[in-house]
């Protein structure tokens, strides 16, 4: 079904709404349209793309899980050490584990299997295998979940309101 970008009142993106969703917000003069796909949903009525709210809202920020999935949606299905992007992907601890790394964001990365044990239990400089990407929490599970449509190649109207991806 058409999903609908939601922006807040400052143009940020806010959330990913579906299109009933976005209509009723529109018809109620909630928000504004801000692109629209040239469909009709009803007479004179565009099916939305892009919506803007009248009014500012304020959204705490919400945790994203650390799991391999996300992990390898973070690193694009590529392993930082080389760019390999095939299956057989493994998660790779950059300062290993039996040296005090823990499970985090910043300490987990996508290595394929030749990297993974080529590397060993050694640091990244120990192994002289640099990273493409200094690995960090993903900013906003809504700008996650935003590159997700991204990539899969739907919604690329939505791309000029997420800057940074
Ligand atoms: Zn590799």
Same mark, same amino acid.
């Given at each position: 079904m058409a999903k609908v970008l939601v922006l807040n009142a400052s143009y940020e993106p806010l959330n990913i709404t579906s299109w009933r969703r976005a209509a009723v917000l529109l018809i109620k003069g909630k928000a504004e349209q801000? &692109? !629209?796909?040239?469909?009709?949903?009803?007479?004179?009525f565009n099916l939305p793309t892009v919506i803007r709210l009248r009014h500012f809202v304020r959204v705490p920020y919400k945790e994203i899980p650390l799991t391999r999935r996300n992990i390898l949606h973070r690193d694009s299905h590529a392993c930082q050490y080389c760019g390999y992007t095939g299956e057989d992907l493994t998660l790779d601890h950059v300062i290993p584990r039996s040296r005090g790394g823990g499970d985090t964001w910043e300490n987990m990365v996508t290595a394929c299997v030749r990297c993974n044990v080529k590397k060993g239990s050694r640091t990244p400089q120990e192994a002289h295998m640099l990273l493409f990407h200094q690995p960090r929490k993903p900013y906003s599970s809504l700008y996650f979940e935003v590159s997700k449509h991204l990539k899969s190649g739907? !919604?690329? &109207?939505?791309q000029k309101y997420i800057i940074g991806l």
């Open positions: 801000v &692109e !629209h796909n040239g469909k009709l949903i009803y007479s004179d739907l !919604h690329q &109207e939505w």
